[in-house]
């Protein structure tokens, strides 16, 4: 293979990737009985609530550290019902597409050093934010399947 | 942003990324009992060893379909021990680093219809091939927690 070949992702097509496993995440937090969003696990790990909130806590952070060099962002305090989660939720999705246009041209090549610790070009960063999501939401679908519940379609993106 | 902007993931890069992954799974397969390998799940949902071998029948039979556009290829037979999907696993990981520089100059961009029913861009498929990987594998995270057993780091993709 010629060392020219490229794999070249547009950005719009990642925030569309990212969006699309977002809106899977949304339906599995939905899925869930309120009191076991916040309660019930597995093996002794964390209530899905708990790993909806980590996902909160990288994503708009991560875009103002990326756009502004600035990591000291941290994301919104644990809600306390499945309905406020839903809100942050949704109000981060909204936040990502706003934020997402002002990452400047040429910035996803770059390497930097993410909240002072992790270093990686940002492609690399966007793309750790994805897989987390990706690992820990197929946490989720087991609990809910230990629930008795069926999980929404991983494939259906929509 | 530019419309010129883009994300551009080397060939060389996206392999990488995709071995990390399964490095991962590969010592997630290792750290089961053998017979929870083959027996274990929660919530009614498929033991390790079959998801591991739905890897299997994705990863080098789409690999050929993107080469040869042959998209006949099924992937091995499921194993009877956890020493017998070990070497599976090991001579996939040779063969995807075998098969990868074959991947015609141009190829990761173009569309196709993957095995005759998902149409998407290259690389886009294999794209989903590593997140469906990184969904299933969280799967097993929850198995191994459920059995006692401490995982393999997430982020070590060494």
Known sequence: MSSTAQVVITPDALLE????????????IDAFPEDKLFT????????????AMEFLKMSVPTLNGIISK????TGPAAPKTKAELLRLW????AEINRLW?????????ERDVAFGQ???????LLWYIIDNEIH????????????????????DRS
């Open 40 to 51: 019930f696990s597995v093996g002794g790990m964390r209530p899905f609530s708990e790993l």
């Open 136 to 155: 820990h939401r197929g946490q989720g679908f087991v609990y809910l399947r230990a629930l008795g519940i069926e999980p929404p379609p991983f494939y």
């Open 90 to 93: 949704d109000a981060d999705t």
């Open 17 to 28: 990737h990212w969006q699309g496993h977002r809106r899977v995440t949304r339906r599995l």
């Open 118 to 124: 992790w270093e990686m070009p940002i492609y690399g």
């Open 101 to 109: 246009p002002t990452i400047p041209q040429g910035r996803f090549q």
């Open 70 to 73: 600035d990591w000291s962002s």
